[in-house]
């Protein structure tokens, strides 16, 4: 590939540039980005050669295109890169379904799905790494022409990437479970310090304290886009993690349901490892 294009230079497509750089899939990268200090830190950084003005621009000179922008911005942004003539064009969304509702039949030529299980709660072009999709699993969106899934797997796996396919729905609702939720617990138990004195707690906030919460620093324009995308089945998982913490509020007095309980939640980590 002579030229990737990312419409969004952050993390995401940071990585996945730099990546294929390292790896000797692409001879320059191009950025465009609707925030312009975020382009041009990208590169001074040398995470993209050159900016473009515009997404048209961009997909003149491109030969694949990957739009890594908040989940409210993807569907709009695919359509520009269409529209405007690209021949191949990804998206690395969190949330799917609403990225095909909106798109239609459009998303049966020249558009490729996936979503990189990876990252961190930082953002921006500084937070991007080569190895950011070493070993880590790619979910290919199962939706769409075959040839383009495989071109999307090809480059993905060129990162480093384990590919695996789902399809849209399936996706949303294990997300909404192992990622959407967990981030949703996170910001809430914050906003419960924060009622507090937060800086009198400090000298008591452990290691797990400090793993768990560590999501409520991802960026939160980005999350909240999230939610709101795939807000129907995280109420679900919200329902149900109700329905467990009153179940364990009750075990609190019941000795022998707790460990059992504990021993569960254990044993589940472990298969998790």
Not at 153 to 170: H, N, P, R
Not at 185 to 210: D, I, N, Q, T
Not at 244 to 263: F, G, H, Q, S, Y
Request: charged content about 25%.
């Amino acid at each position: 590939m002579q030229r990737l294009g990312l419409v969004g230079t952050g993390m995401i497509g940071g990585s996945f540039a730099l990546a294929l750089r390292e790896a000797g899939e692409v001879r320059e990268v191009i950025g465009y980005d609707a925030n312009t200090k975020a382009v041009r830190e990208a590169i001074t950084l040398g995470v993209v050669d050159k900016r473009a003005i515009s997404i048209g621009e961009l997909t003149r000179v491109c030969d694949a295109i990957l739009v890594a922008v908040p989940v409210n911005e993807t569907a709009s942004c695919v359509q520009a890169c269409l529209d405007a003539g690209a021949q191949f064009v990804m998206e690395a969304g969190s949330v799917k379904r609403q990225v095909f509702e909106a798109l239609g039949e459009r998303v049966k030529t020249r558009f490729a799905s996936v979503h990189p299980i990876a990252g961190s709660d930082k953002s921006g072009p500084s937070a991007a790494r080569a190895d950011m999709y070493q070993d880590r699993v790619l979910v290919v969106i199962s939706e769409g022409e075959q040839r383009l899934r495989q071109q999307a797997s090809a480059l993905w796996s060129a990162c480093g990437s384990q590919v695996i396919e789902m399809d849209a729905q399936s996706h949303d609702a294990t997300l909404a479970l192992t990622s959407h939720l967990p981030h949703l617990l996170a910001f809430s138990l914050m906003r419960l310090v924060s009622e507090g004195e937060p800086h009198s707690l400090k000298p008591l906030m452990g290691p797990g304290f400090r793993d768990f919460t560590r999501l409520a620093r991802a960026d939160d324009r980005m999350w909240q886009a999230i939610f709101e995308a795939n807000r129907d089945v995280l109420d679900a998982e919200i329902t149900r993690y109700q329905a467990e913490l009153e179940a364990m509020r009750k075990r609190i007095n019941d000795t022998d349901a707790m460990r059992a309980a504990l021993r569960e939640a254990t044993a589940t980590f472990a298969v998790l490892q």
